[in-house]
C-alpha cells in the first residue's frame, strides 16, 4: 500500500488538490474545513514528510506552511478589529461624504475612492464590513436603490487591495514566496492601479448615472451629516491610529531595515493588546481564514513534494516555448478569468510554487529576463480577476448576503454585468502596462 502511494504520490496528491478546490468552489462545505481534511489526508497517506529532522535537505510539513503569511495576517485582522472599534472608519468615511457636498455622483466616486485606499491597508472584507452602514444610510437619504454603491465598492475594493503586500491575501503569498516588499508593490503596481481605479470607477458612474440623481434638498442634508458622535473611543482611536501608521511605515522601511512584514504586525497587534480584553479580540479573529490557509499549504506542500509542481511548470514552459512575454500574459488571462469563478487565494497559493520553479535557476529549462513580470501578472490577475463574477472574492459574496437580508437583492447576471466588464477593463489596462514596463 505505501509502495503504491509513494509511486503514485503525484496523481494522489493532485486529486486530493483537485477536489479540495471542486469542494471550495461549491462552498457545500465550509473552506476551512475542506482545507483540514485534504491536509489531514496529505499526512495521513505519508505524502508529505511529518519530521522536521530530516537529512538531504527533504522539507518538513511545516516548512510548506509559510507562517510568515500566517502571523502577518493574525497581526492586521487583530490591529483593525481593534482600531475599528473606536468608530475611526465610519468617522474618516462621513468625513469624506461630507466634502462631496451631497452630489450623487461625486457620494459615488468618493465612497469608491476611500474604499480602494483602505483596501490597499486593510483586508477588502473588513473595509466593506466597514462601508456597509454608510451606503445604506447615503442611499436612504437619497431615496435610491444602494445596489449600485454596493456594486462600485466591492469592486473598488479589490481594485484598491491589488496595489499593496497587506491589501490582498495574493499579495502577502505572492511577497513572501517571491521575496517581495511592501514598497516593491507599491512602486510596481500602484501607478496601474491607480490607471485601472480611474477607468473602471468613471465607467461605472458613467453607467449608473441615470440612478444617481437627487433633490437640492437631499443634498443639502447629505452634506450636514453629523459624524460628532461617530469616534466613541478617542483614545483608542489616537492609540490604535499611531499603531497602525508606524507598522505601515515598518512595511515601508523593510529594504533598510529588512524586519520582515510579520514581525511589525505582531508588534503592533501586541501592543494594542496591552490594553484591550485579549479573549474578546481573539474572539474577532477570523480564525477560519487562518486555518484554511494552513490547511491549504499543507495540500500544496504535498503536491509539491511529490513533483506535481515542477511538472506543470514544465508544461507551461513547453506550452510557451520558454518565452517570458507568452508566460507573462498566460498567467495574467489564466489568473483573471480562474479567479472569478475560483478562490483566488487557494489558486495563488498553488500558482506561486510554480512560477518559482519557472524561474528556477537549477532548472535548465527555466524562464530567463524580467521575471518579476510573472509574479506581477499573477498579482494582477488574481487580485483583479476577483470581479468577474458575484463568486470571485471573500468581499463579493458578504456585500450580496448583507443586501439580500435588507431585501436588495444583488444577482449572479446582475454583478457579472459590471464585473466582467472591469474586470476586462482592467486585465487590457494591465496587459499593456506589464508588456510596456517588462517585456518589450
Known amino acids: 500500500m505505501l509502495d503504491f502511494i509513494h509511486s503514485h504520490g503525484m496523481i494522489i496528491s493532485g486529486a486530493i488538490l483537485l477536489i479540495a478546490y471542486i469542494f471550495i468552489a461549491s462552498e457545500k462545505i465550509q473552506k476551512s474545513v475542506v482545507a483540514l481534511v485534504g491536509a489531514s489526508l496529505t499526512m495521513l497517506l505519508g505524502l508529505i514528510p511529518l519530521s522536521l529532522q530530516l537529512e538531504n535537505n527533504v522539507k518538513g510539513v511545516f516548512e510548506y506552511v509559510d507562517f510568515e503569511v500566517i502571523f502577518l495576517l493574525i497581526g492586521m485582522m487583530i490591529i483593525v478589529n481593534i482600531a475599528g472599534r473606536s468608530g475611526v472608519f465610519k468617522w474618516m468615511a462621513l468625513n469624506l461624504l461630507k466634502a462631496t457636498k451631497g452630489h450623487p455622483k461625486t457620494v459615488l466616486f468618493a465612497l469608491a475612492a476611500f474604499t480602494a485606499i483602505a483596501s490597499a491597508f486593510l483586508d477588502n472584507v473588513t473595509t466593506v464590513v466597514l462601508m456597509m452602514p454608510i451606503t445604506f444610510v447615503i442611499a436612504k437619504e437619497f431615496e435610491t436603490d444602494p445596489v449600485p454603491f454596493l456594486i462600485t465598492e466591492v469592486l473598488a475594493s479589490n481594485i484598491g487591495g491589488t496595489a499593496t503586500l497587506i491589501g490582498d491575501p495574493p499579495n502577502i ?87 520582515s512584514a510579520f514581525v511589525f504586525a505582531v508588534a503592533g497587534a501586541s501592543f494594542l493588546l496591552l490594553f484591550e480584553k485579549p479573549k474578546e479580540i481573539y474572539r474577532d479573529v477570523e480564525w477560519l481564514t487562518i486555518f484554511f490557509f494552513i490547511g491549504l499549504f499543507i495540500i500544496i506542500g504535498g503536491f509539491e513534494a511529490n513533483g506535481g509542481i515542477k511538472f506543470l511548470a514544465d508544461q507551461l514552459i513547453v506550452l510557451t516555448n520558454g518565452s517570458l512575454e507568452a508566460a507573462t500574459m498566460i498567467i495574467l488571462w489564466a489568473s483573471g478569468i480562474l479567479s472569478g469563478v475560483i478562490d483566488n487565494i487557494p489558486y495563488t497559493a498553488t500558482m506561486a510554487p510554480l512560477i518559482s520553479e519557472l524561474i528556477n535557476p537549477s532548472n535548465p529549462n527555466a524562464i530567463t529576463g524580467a521575471t518579476h513580470a510573472l509574479w506581477w501578472a499573477l498579482s494582477l490577475g488574481a487580485c483583479l480577476g476577483g470581479n468577474l463574477t458575484i463568486i470571485g472574492a471573500a468581499a463579493n459574496v458578504l456585500v450580496s448576503e448583507t443586501a439580500a437580508s435588507k431585501g436588495y437583492k444583488i444577482s449572479f447576471m446582475r454583478f457579472m454585468k459590471y464585473g466582467s466588464l472591469v474586470t476586462l477593463i482592467s486585465l487590457v489596462l494591465s496587459s499593456i502596462y506589464l508588456y510596456f514596463r517588462y517585456l518589450r
Do not use: C, W, Y
Open 173 to 259: 503569498i505572492i511577497g513572501t514566496r517571491a521575496g517581495l516588499s511592501f514598497m516593491d508593490f507599491v512602486v510596481e503596481l500602484t501607478p496601474i492601479v491607480f490607471v485601472i481605479f480611474l477607468v473602471s470607477i468613471g465607467t461605472l458612474v458613467f453607467l449608473f448615472r441615470k440612478g444617481l440623481k437627487a433633490t437640492p434638498e437631499k443634498m443639502q442634508h447629505i452634506a450636514n451629516l453629523d459624524n460628532s458622535k461617530t469616534i466613541t473611543d478617542k483614545k483608542l482611536m489616537i492609540r490604535s491610529m499611531i499603531t497602525l501608521a508606524l507598522v505601515i511605515l515598518g512595511f515601508v522601511t523593510h529594504d533598510i531595515t529588512h524586519i
